[in-house]
Structure formats: structure tokens, C-alpha cells
């Protein structure tokens, strides 16, 4: 891994770079931008890199990581890169084959994360969200314990070095966890985390069970709806979070990644944007006051931007529960 970034141990043995770069992007953003995105955070030093199936743009974030390594930048044992089983593939045969459709288009061997995207089930096939004749997304019913055997397949098929969970709640994690011949814990549960839904008690939760959390929304969102509630805060206009960046003479941005990292949690940043890509990287170059985290604590207000509205009525949806 790249000395200059910092890691956190897995409870399997394997590291995970405490910095990463999302690459997902709302539909009318052209997916040529995810190649040159990834290209200018490996530049920057980014080394783990998170995309999903779902994302549709692994292509194109495959071509960015090997021409990274093509031109000598970076070797594959250096990259950390993420990739998700999307809802339509979670009946247990299909799992498999959606992390080799990512590789394929990756042209790599494996990926060092797997992750389960979200433990509501949607019925099979090529489209990602199968609408039946009134708009209504079509779910499915799975066994989530099934799946999770699925995934220890994946590695120990050698085609995920680590597999985790992402979206889950405190009740689906003790699930897997209490499963009768578990093989391996998820490493991590990547959820939406920031500021207004710091995520303190599953964040704890997964401590106390060697369970990372990654945050993703780190910054914030993108008012899209297909995943996002339109009428959430803009967190980076924030009169709290700006005094900070002034007070050190950073952007809010900047404030809210390292925010995560004090506590513990992987942060993803998100940006197409060369120079706040640039920007993002420079997270390790100071350090918030035990005051000034406590002031962030106090900003939380449980808002979720992510809301993921299209499986609300699924009695997996895992946003119904406290945490």
C-alpha cells in the first residue's frame, strides 16, 4: 500500500486504505468522466478506488486503475478496489456471476472488497431496477444468511480478497454474524455517514464486533431521486462546519472527511473536480481539536440523504430500525 496513506487492519488480515475515491455518478454525468476522475485520484494518491455494478461505469474505472499501472504510477498490489453485488443478483447462485461481469469489465483478477450494496432483494434479470406495469419496483424474497455463503465462495475463489456488507442495520449484521458455520465476518459495513447522521451507535455497534464502518455521502449529496430526499440540508454550506474550515484554514470539505477519520471510520470522497480532488488528498496534513469533534457530534440531527425510497416497503429495507 502507499506509505503516505494511512490503513486500518480488517478483522481477516488485510488493509484497507482509511481514504477512498467514489466513482459513482448520477446518469446524465457522461461515464468517460469516471476514467479521467480516477486517473487524477490515483495521481493524487488515492489508492482505494470504490465502484459497484450498479454504478455502470466499471469499465471505465477499470481502464483508469490499469493505465495507472500501465504508466508506472502505481502496482495492483498498491490499488484497494471495491466492488458490489447489486439487488438483482443476490439469490445465492446468481452472487458469482455479477462479481465475474465486474471483473470482466475491470480486465482484473480480483478486487480486494466485496460488498453486499443493499439487503433488499429485487427480482432477477439485466434491468437494475425491474418496474412492473404501474412504476413499481419489483423485489424478490432471499435469504440473506444464503447469500453471505455466496460471498465466502467468491473468496475463497480467490476473486475478492475481503467481503463485507453495505446498507445494512444493526439487526441484519447480528444475522449474519449469529449464522449457524459463519466462515468469515464481514470486514465492513459501508453506510451513508456525515455530519447530520453521524452514525454513532452503529458505528459502535460495529466496533464492538471488529466490523469497520465506511461512510459514503461523506460530503453530502447529489439531489437525485432516484436514491436521495430532495429536501435534505446541504451539509458543506453548513455556518458550523464553514467557521471550522476557516478556523483551519481548510475547505468544509476537508473538515467533514477528517472528521470521519478521527473517529475511526474509512471515509470515501467523492469529486470530478481535479483540484478538490487534489484538496481531498491532502487529509492528513492536520488534525481537529478533541473541541472541535465535539462540536461535530453535535451537529447530528439523524438525516438520511440516501434513502433508497424505491425498496421503502420490503420487510428487509434496513432504515425502518433505529440503526
Known sequence: ?????????????????????GTYAPDEVPKSVATEATKLAIDAGFCH??????????????????????????????????????????QPELVQ???ERSLKKLQLNYVDL????????????????????????????VDLCATWEAMEKCKDAGLAKSIGVSNFNRR??????????????????QVECHPYLNQSKLLNFGRSKDIVLVAYGTLGTHPEKKWVDPSSPVLLYNPVLCAMA??????PALIALHYQLQRGVVALAKSFSEKRIKENAQIFEFQLTAEDMKVLDGL?????????????????YPFSDEY
Open 172 to 189: 441484519q449484521l447480528e444475522m449474519i454474524l449469529n449464522k449457524p458455520g459463519l466462515k468469515y465476518k464481514p470486514v465492513c459495513n
Open 246 to 251: 476557516k478556523k483551519y484554514k481548510r475547505t
Open 97 to 99: 456471476s455479477c462479481l
Open 49 to 90: 478506488i470504490d465502484s459497484a455494478y450498479c454504478y455502470q461505469n466499471e469499465e471505465e474505472v477499470g481502464l483508469a486503475i490499469r493505465s495507472k499501472i500501465a504508466d508506472g504510477t502505481v502496482k495492483r498490489e498498491d490499488m484497494f478496489y471495491t466492488s458490489k453485488v447489486w439487488c438483482t443478483f443476490l
Open 300 to 316: 447530528n440531527k439523524n438525516v438520511r440523504c440516501y434513502t433508497f425510497n424505491f425498496a421503502s416497503a420490503h420487510p428487509n
Open 1 to 21: 500500500m502507499n506509505s503516505k496513506y494511512q490503513c486500518v487492519e480488517l478483522n481477516d488480515g488485510h488493509y484497507m486504505p482509511v481514504l477512498g475515491f
Open 114 to 141: 466485496y460488498l453486499i450494496h443493499f439487503p433488499v432483494p429485487l427480482k432477477p434479470g439485466e434491468e437494475l431496477f425491474p418496474e412492473d406495469e404501474y412504476g413499481k419496483c419489483i423485489t424478490d424474497t
